[in-house]
């Protein structure tokens, strides 16, 4: 097949932008560029002249594309409907199988992909991290000025490497004191829980603490967004099956999410399947169970915290919260929640932070341009404490935070609540 | 070397070359603006300052390539589009808010600036910046000044050429000057006037100092669900007859505000036909009064429905409905095309009527929005390009729907300018000496009529009966 032909699928979708522009300003590709080409409705004319066969596109055209963060943030900018994920997912679908006809393409990504989503390499790379972060090498590279003779690439890398929140999170039951008897599956999904563990346990402590006993699933696998951003439709496929039998078959109530891209890729798991499929179906059962974790907070909350936290504290929300999942206030009514917090709104906090997946490691020139654009507006509002709702958000913006050495803290909402509630039951007792 | 890569050496030795796209395959995203007119440029550039503005202008003038200004690419009279070819000056990247003077009331922009971006700063400071047309998130200033832009809010507070004091403006040879005074109006031939809705065939606008305002004290929108179009536009008419002069009367009818209800969910009733959205403004104590007054006339034309936004939210959710309204149109259709003709107020109900007339006899979809309050009408004509036949039927349509316009007293366009869409209209309107003297007036700015040429001045000067 070619790349014509994957988007020709999507063909009705493509035909639904009647080229107003809207979307422009929601792109953080554009704003950083000014161009065109690098913005939502640049890149559905490239898809529509390859419909119409007035382009063949090539490596540059691919280039567009690739710079595409997924954020999505071009949807609920376009008055149309565009349903702009679709659009990227088929285009990337079809861009992987031109590539995959060279032999080192498809292998290296195929290894990288399926390294990226492994359990045991996740951990290990956690523990070398981990190690790296105790030992201090990173201040011992800049202490003896190694940094000046390592390449550029690899010093950039090297930035990159995340800070280790503790041990890995283990699945199994975490049950809270009371007898509810409301649980509730808790996804682990392939970066938090080896990077951000101590976060993740401190979630459950929260969900525990306010009366629901959790459970992590053994058998769960990567969620898909991985290799479907990616464009790897069968290993997408492979996955999002595994996950609809395993959380299906659970007996809790809810699978709550607090990585903001899995939710949206575990709600969206039916644009995988042909609507007369059995897994369709399912896949809509799935969505019906699942949620993202501060949605479930915000209309589940039994008491509020009482612990006085006396700090300006903003929000950075994920993009796949706020674009394609639609939760957009219970986070920051949370935070509110707190007592002694003052709020300060992020400016442009609608636009992505340049995280995106993987992008940041396939588009590091980009990713660090969407960046630094967003550090300038953190810098005016002067807050202590950042927090956001997911993983590769925290990552890139504490990124952000160490290089432009600013003081300021970086956690998730989660953290923050913990903290409150940590501090109001110890006020109690 | 030849011409083409010596002039494309030349354009990167002064923008750099991240900012020159020549690859053919991607100057495609820069062939059209918000229509569906085409036209390929041969090159396209992203100065970063007036000054490269200013070289690449005298650059292509040795080459004698014609220059193409381009904002945001959200006009919809084709006025961006490269009809002959030539070189795109997008202003883009020159998106800085230099200065806001609170004391003063001013703002001093970047041509590239994003209009919405303008009262987001200023709202620091209780201010805003008045002219906001519907695409007001994502056009440009520069964008704005060339067209002459309107929008919604402009039927109390006039269109952009009341709000704009100065511009620095790159003329055609190449140099750089300003138009207009800073702190006050203009004594003196108005050039700033002039250039302000010359559809980029002057020069290149790089920076604009706007007057703010401040803030009003209270705001109250309505929006209000009528059986039919005639008691709508009749309630318009009531409204401003009794001397209440709202901020903003807009109309939708039924396919319009079916689209924007489906994109939005701002909770237009089902059964409603046509739509009002009323915005007004001032000190709280008047608001009250103004509230119930409107209310009285409107309960005359047996409304199906009045709300009122509870809050600010529900304010910008009617607003997002209307100001998206035409890309909600692409829920029915790909393409649309626009006609932008005005009429005297009082003749509305019968234009429109005539429109639908019309509208049936095409067999094609109308969907009318309208800022009802100044008479400006925009009857969208659905189409697919992809439908062979259907894009000519369009045309005439519009060039029907104009006719009707013009012969009830109206003008060709109320806000979206002439471009390249609607210029075989200008017959209709002009004489062949009004349209001599408009050219007169271009060949002082551009005698080479190298800047944005084929747009505005119809190509035959004898009347045309038929658009192209
Ligand atoms: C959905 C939708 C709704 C709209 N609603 C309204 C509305 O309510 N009211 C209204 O008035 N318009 C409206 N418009 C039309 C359009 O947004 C305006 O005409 C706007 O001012 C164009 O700005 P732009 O930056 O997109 O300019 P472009 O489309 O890029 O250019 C428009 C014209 O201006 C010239 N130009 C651009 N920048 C410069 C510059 N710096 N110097 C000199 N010439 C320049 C170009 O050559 C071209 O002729 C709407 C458009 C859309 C798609
Ligand atoms: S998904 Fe994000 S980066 Fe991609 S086009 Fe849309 S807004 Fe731009
Ligand atoms: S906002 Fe929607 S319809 Fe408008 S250009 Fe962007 S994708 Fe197309």
């Given at each position: 097949m070619t790349i014509k032909s994957y988007i020709d699928n999507v063909k009705d979708e493509v035909y639904k932008c009647v080229h107003c522009g809207f979307c422009l300003t929601a792109c953080p590709t554009y704003l950083v560029s000014g161009q065109e080409l690098e913005s939502p409705r640049g890149r559905i004319t490239l898809m529509k002249a390859t419909i119409e066969s007035e382009i063949i596109p090539d490596s540059n055209t691919f280039a567009h594309w690739d710079r595409c963060i997924q954020c999505r943030a071009c949807e609920p900018a376009c008055p149309s409907g565009v349903n702009y994920g679709l659009l990227i997912e088929a285009t990337k679908t079809g861009m992987n199988e031109v590539r995959s006809e060279s032999f080192i393409y498809r292998y290296n990504l195929k290894i990288i992909l399926n390294l990226l989503i492994s359990k045991w390499f996740v951990n290990l790379n956690a523990l070398i991290f981990r190690i790296y972060n105790k030992l201090k090498i990173s201040q011992l590279i800049n202490k003896v000025k190694l940094n000046k003779l390592l390449p550029k690439k690899i010093n950039e890398l090297e930035k990159m490497i995340p800070i280790i929140n503790g041990f890995p999170l283990k699945s199994g039951n975490y049950p809270s004191d009371t007898n509810n008897n409301f649980k509730v599956m808790l996804f682990r999904g392939c970066v938090m829980p080896g990077i951000h563990g101590d976060n993740m346990r401190k979630t459950i402590y929260l969900l525990n603490h306010l009366g629901f006993?959790?459970?992590?699933?053994?058998?769960?696998?990567?969620?898909?967004?991985?290799?479907?951003?990616?464009?790897?439709?069968d290993m997408t496929l492979k996955l999002a099956k595994t996950n609809i039998d395993n959380f299906l078959q659970n007996e809790s109530k809810y699978l709550l999410i607090s990585s903001a891209g899995c939710g949206t890729r575990i709600k969206e798991y039916n644009h995988l399947f042909n609507k007369n499929s059995s897994y369709y179906n399912k896949a809509l059962l799935l969505k019906e169970k699942t949620m993202d974790i501060y949605e479930f907070l915000y209309n589940n909350l039994p008491f509020k915290p009482e612990g006085n936290i006396n700090l300006t504290v903003s929000y950075q929300p994920a993009c796949h919260l706020i674009n394609t999942q639609k939760i957009i206030d219970p986070p920051v009514e949370l935070l509110k929640m707190i007592p002694g917090i003052k709020y300060v709104e992020l400016p442009s906090s609608n636009i992505c932070c340049g995280a995106g997946g993987a992008y940041s490691i396939t588009q590091p020139e980009w990713s660090k341009k969407v960046l630094n654009k967003k550090m300038t507006e953190f810098k005016s509002i002067n807050a202590d404490i950042l927090t956001v709702s997911n993983p590769g958000c925290l990552i890139q913006l504490q990124n952000g935070i160490q290089e432009s050495s600013i003081s300021s803290d970086i956690m998730y909402v989660t953290d923050l609540l913990y903290n409150s509630y940590l501090k109001g039951e110890k006020n109690e007792s | 070397m030849n011409i083409n890569?010596?002039?494309?050496?030349?354009?990167?030795?002064?923008?750099g070359s991240d900012y020159v796209i020549v690859d053919k395959q991607d100057m495609i995203v820069y062939e059209s603006d918000g229509t569906h007119d085409k036209g390929m440029p041969d090159y396209v550039t992203l100065p970063g300052s007036v000054e490269e503005v200013s070289k690449l202008v005298i650059l292509a003038n040795d080459y004698?390539?014609?220059?193409?200004?381009?904002?945001?690419?959200?006009?919809?009279?084709g006025g961006a589009v490269p009809i002959s070819g030539g070189l795109i000056i997008s202003v883009n990247r020159m998106n800085k808010i230099l200065n806001i003077d609170p004391e003063k009331a001013t703002a001093v922009l970047e041509a590239g600036v994003i209009n919405l971006e303008i009262s987001k700063k200023a709202s620091?400071?209780?201010?805003?910046?008045?002219?906001?047309?519907?695409?007001?998130?994502?056009?440009?200033?520069?964008?704005?000044?060339?067209?002459?832009?309107?929008?919604?809010?402009?039927?109390?507070?006039?269109?952009?050429?009341?709000?704009?004091?100065?511009?620095?403006?790159?003329?055609?040879?190449?140099?750089?000057?300003?138009?207009?005074?800073?702190?006050?109006?203009?004594?003196?031939?108005?050039?700033?006037?002039?250039?302000?809705?010359?559809?980029?065939?002057?020069?290149i606008c790089t920076k604009v100092v706007v007057k703010l305002l401040k803030q009003p004290e209270e705001v109250q929108t309505f929006l209000i669900a009528f059986n039919n179009i005639n008691d709508a536009a009749n309630a318009t008419t009531s409204i401003i007859g009794s001397g209440i002069i709202p901020s903003a009367i807009e109309m939708m009818d039924r396919t319009a505000s079916k689209a924007a209800e489906e994109g939005t969910n701002a909770g237009i009733p089902e059964n409603s036909d046509t739509v009002l959205l009323i915005e007004i403004e001032g000190f709280k104590e008047d608001i009250k009064e103004q509230e119930l007054l409107i209310k009285d006339i409107v309960n005359e034309f047996d409304p199906i429905e009045i709300k009122l936004a509870a809050n600010t939210k529900e304010r910008d959710l009617f607003w997002k409905a209307r100001k998206g309204v035409l890309g909600a149109l692409g829920r029915i259709a790909?393409?649309?095309?626009?006609?932008?003709?005005?009429?005297?107020?009082?003749?509305?109900?019968?234009?429109?009527?005539?429109?639908?007339?019309?509208?049936?006899?095409?067999?094609?979809?109308?969907?009318?929005?309208?800022?009802?309050?100044?008479?400006?009408?925009?009857?969208?004509?659905?189409?697919?390009?992809?439908?062979?036949?259907?894009?000519?039927?369009?045309?005439?349509?519009?060039?029907?729907?104009?006719?009707?316009?013009?012969?009830?007293?109206?003008?060709?366009?109320?806000?979206?300018?002439?471009?390249?869409?609607?210029?075989?209209?200008?017959?209709?309107?002009?004489?062949?000496?009004?349209?001599?003297?408009?050219?007169?007036?271009?060949?002082?700015?551009?005698?080479?009529?190298?800047?944005n040429p084929g747009k505005i001045f119809p190509e035959m000067s004898d009347t045309i009966e038929q658009p192209k």
């Open positions: 006993d959790v459970e992590v699933l053994d058998n769960e696998v990567c969620c898909g967004s991985i290799s479907s951003h990616n464009g790897d439709s | 890569q010596s002039f494309k050496q030349k354009l990167i030795d002064i923008v004698g390539i014609p220059i193409i200004a381009r904002g945001s690419g959200t006009g919809l009279s620091e400071y209780g201010l805003f910046y008045a002219p906001d047309p519907s695409s007001q998130q994502a056009c440009s200033i520069g964008g704005n000044v060339a067209e002459n832009s309107g929008g919604p809010h402009c039927l109390a507070y006039g269109v952009t050429t009341n709000h704009i004091l100065a511009i620095e403006v790159v003329l055609p040879t190449g140099e750089i000057t300003w138009f207009g005074e800073m702190n006050k109006e203009s004594s003196g031939i108005d050039f700033r006037g002039l250039f302000i809705g010359s559809e980029g065939t002057f020069g790909p393409n649309y095309f626009l006609v932008d003709g005005t009429v005297p107020r009082t003749k509305l109900s019968f234009v429109l009527s005539e429109v639908n007339k019309l509208a049936k006899k095409y067999g094609l979809i109308v969907a009318n929005v309208l800022h009802a309050g100044d008479g400006n009408l925009h009857p969208c004509i659905i189409f697919d390009q992809q439908t062979p036949g259907d894009t000519q039927k369009a045309l005439s349509l519009g060039g029907d729907i104009l006719k009707v316009c013009v012969e009830n007293g109206g003008v060709l366009s109320g806000e979206h300018g002439i471009g390249y869409e609607k210029k075989e209209y200008m017959p209709l309107l002009f004489s062949e000496n009004d349209i001599n003297y408009m050219k007169e007036m271009k060949n002082i700015f551009d005698s080479k009529n190298n800047f």
